[in-house]
């Protein structure tokens, strides 16, 4: 399986960042070919910079950071999962930590969120994660099932669906899970999966929280980790590229 190299540009930039930001990792993509032959690359701007960045990609999938769970009408401020379609978005990141921490986002709703984007078509980056405090208490495993149980759509397997491991106290601080975290969280989700589709072995398991091209070497060669999110590194074309010279 390729590794899915993803940006996660969160709420930054202008049009101009947006506009040289992406194609930077264009050429980026382009001046080293063989970087597509081990890995799938995906961007996932603000929605407001979704039309200025899609001509400008190639060879790179265009994402939004999330979508409404409703499918049309009288939602203020919601943008639909068939308008992201419509722009030419192929995926979506879905249940990320900081809406679930901010929006009090909740694994029903994630997954009315999921289900709605498979109706559209968008393959789904459904984000799970403890937080410290959890990790101290030792609870990760089950709180990550928990968030894989309520917040996975039955509509999901391995062509519409990724996943995210992002420990939310790795997230932006510069702090990363240990290998050993890793490969036993990877491996904790991969069994959980097994569970519930017959597809599990296909569906990516990503790990986010704190990548740069200095550690991605090391996280990559876990079994189970088939790409990362990528947040802070992933507005440096150079870092992001970096990054997929590691796998
Ligand atoms: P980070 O963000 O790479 O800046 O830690 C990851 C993410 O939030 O997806």
């Not at 399986?1 to 101009?16: H, Q, T």
């Not at 419509?86 to 694994?107: F, P």
């Not at 994660?129 to 039955?154: A, F, H, M, W, Y």
Request: net charge negative; hydrophobic share 40%.
């Amino acid at each position: 399986m390729k590794n899915l190299i993803a940006g996660n540009w969160k709420m930054n930039g202008s049009v101009e960042m947006a506009k040289s930001l992406a194609s930077a990792i264009s050429g980026g993509v382009r001046d080293h070919g063989a970087l597509l032959e081990k890995n799938d690359f995906l961007v996932c701007p603000t929605d407001l910079h979704i039309s200025t960045v899609s001509p400008l990609l190639k060879n790179i999938s265009l994402g939004a950071q999330d979508c409404s769970p409703f499918e049309v009408g009288a939602f203020t401020g919601d943008v639909s999962a068939q308008m992201l379609n419509d722009m030419g978005c192929s995926h979506v990141i879905l249940g990320h930590s900081e809406r679930r921490q901010y929006y009090a986002e909740s694994n029903m709703m994630i997954k009315q969120k999921a289900v709605m984007a498979n109706e559209n078509s968008l393959i789904t980056i459904i984000c799970v994660g403890e937080t410290e405090e959890e990790r101290e208490q030792g609870v990760q495993n089950d709180v990550v099932s928990k968030q894989l149980s309520e917040s996975i759509p039955d509509s999901a397997n391995a062509e519409n669906t990724v996943i995210a491991y992002e420990p939310v106290w790795a997230i932006g601080t510069g702090k990363v899970a240990t290998i050993e975290d890793i490969t036993s969280m990877h491996e904790h989700i991969r069994r959980t999966l097994a569970t519930r589709f017959s597809d599990s072995r296909g569906m990516r398991i990503l790990y986010g929280g704190s990548v740069k091209p200095a550690n991605a070497a090391e996280i990559f060669a876990v079994e189970n980790v088939n790409g990362a999110l990528i947040g802070g590194a992933s507005l440096k074309a150079e870092d992001f590229i970096g990054i997929a010279e590691a796998s």
